[in-house]
């Protein structure tokens, strides 16, 4: 079954980002956060009072991921060299601790907060060194004690991952093979083993996966750039439902309150001191997207990080 979304499921016209990913539902506090990676900005909307709140670090930085925790006003954050805590009560970003591979070209990308109350997040070829993609990416699993254990090297574009409902298994996302990945993951030694591709993308669209998660139902969400769609698969790896998307590059989706709230991306804009032109012809990237459920399809899980 497919479904085609328009500019009549823009959330927020006002509002028009650049590379924004991240896409998260609180519903703690009934409130939808996004990271702009090239802006470096952490986005908090409170539904019940359309309060549209922004962090924002220097010109140079980056912000490629978010991460809650037990306080609904701070949360992890993937910056480019590391992890840093922002708070939403003070307005401060506080920077935590650098990533141990001292490597220019790269940044934070995708993570998410495991069940166990680690983060876990990948690394990345930096602006503008993503037009020449290199395998110097890594995953990392980071603690409660900021310690960062290497899970993954090697990699081109650490992206969306997941655990299934018994915690056996793990999935990831390397954008740049096409591929999620599949390992067998040890709940108890939490030792993942047994890597393998799962499904690539391209059997279903273009375009390469990007954000995903592993809903309540166990089913795959997984967001296509370059594919102008967001993609609902089962365990099989069979395709459920298909959602069109008036914007090419789709970079991440969440599931909360009854609805489907999606990342994209704007094409082709370098400049980074103005903002976007809020038209709503051609190709709508930088937009987010809000689309209402008829079904109940679960939700995304969201665990929280463990300060020490």
């Known amino acids: 079954m497919e479904v085609t979304l328009t500019k009549d499921d823009i959330f927020l016209p006002e509002y028009r980002g650049r590379l924004t990913e991240g896409i998260s539902f609180n519903k703690n506090i009934n409130a939808v956060l996004w990271v702009d990676i090239r802006l470096a900005q952490l986005h908090r909307y409170k539904l019940d009072s359309s309060k549209h ?80 993609m290199e395998p110097i990416g890594t995953l990392y699993r980071i603690n409660s004690s900021l310690d960062m254990e290497i899970l993954e090297t090697d990699c081109f574009v650490p992206n969306g991952l997941g655990f299934n409902a ?70 099989k790896g069979e395709l459920v439902q298909k959602f069109n998307i008036p914007a090419k590059q789709v970079t991440c989706m969440t599931i909360g309150g009854g609805y ?31 689309y209402k459920l008829d079904e109940d399809v679960g939700e995304e899980a969201q665990y929280l990080f463990n300060f020490q």
Not at 88 to 101: A, G, M, R, S
Not at 167 to 185: A, M, R
């Open 53 to 132: 709140e922004v962090l924002e670090l220097p010109e140079g930085e980056s912000m490629g991921t978010m991460g809650f925790t037990s306080d609904n006003d701070v949360y992890l954050i993937g910056t480019k060299n590391g992890i840093s805590r922002a708070n939403f009560n003070t307005k401060e970003i506080t920077f935590l601790k650098e990533y141990p591979t001292d490597n220019a070209k790269l940044r934070s990308n995708e993570g998410k907060v495991d069940p166990w109350g680690n983060m876990i997040i990948g690394t990345m070829c930096d602006f503008p060194y993503e037009h020449n």
């Open 166 to 235: 018994e915690k056996t298994k793990f999935f990831w996302v390397d954008s740049e093979t096409n591929t999620i990945f599949q390992y067998d993951y040890d709940p108890q030694t939490h030792e993942f083993s047994n890597k393998q591709p799962f499904f690539k993308l391209v059997q279903f669209c273009e375009g390469a996966p990007d954000g995903m998660f592993l809903s309540t139902k166990e089913e795959f969400w997984v967001a296509t750039f370059g594919g102008s769609c967001v993609l609902r698969i089962n365990m």
């Open 260 to 290: 489907l709230w999606i990342n994209t991306c704007l094409i082709g804009s370098t400049d980074l001191k103005n903002k976007a032109e809020l038209t709503t012809e051609g190709d709508l990237g930088g937009y987010l997207f809000k």
